[in-house]
């Protein structure tokens, strides 16, 4: 559930991959250039977070194959994409992040958190391979894991 980083994997090209098109989206990620936690808006790595400092990856854990497989016998005529569209789990699955993200920076007097730290230039899978936490590319996608980046807030935005 919590993986200590030892070093990231850092690159300028996290907005490229919001514009990367995929079903339903041929421009890629709505939220591109809207968001303020999303490229090009979203701060970087280093400016939210002290990096001279621990940093850790929590994640949370969710089998989408078994609810792929239940969704499929509850509606037998819906597609495999249908049967795993983000709509009917993807909320379960950052809510546990959020719960394990609470837990975490608790025990460890934790004060930031990135939900989603590839928008802030992280390359979470290099990152995370390095840490020992082995991820799932999406194609194929068994067990979904949402990973958010914890640790402390650089030492000039310490609140005196």
Known sequence: MVYEVNRLVVTSRSGDWCKTPYPGHAKGCPNYGKSERCPPK???????????????LVHSEFDLTAHAKRMKHEHPWWSERQCRCVLYWQSRSRKQLAERVAIVMKDRGLDRVATCPEAMGLNVYATAHLA??????????????????????PSHLTQQ
């Open 42 to 56: 979203a701060p970087r790595l280093e400016a939210y977070f002290n990096t001279s400092r621990a940093l850790y």
């Open 132 to 153: 020992g936490l082995r991820l799932e590319k999406i194609h194929n996608l068994s067990t979904c894991r949402h990973v958010a980046l914890v640790g402390h807030r």
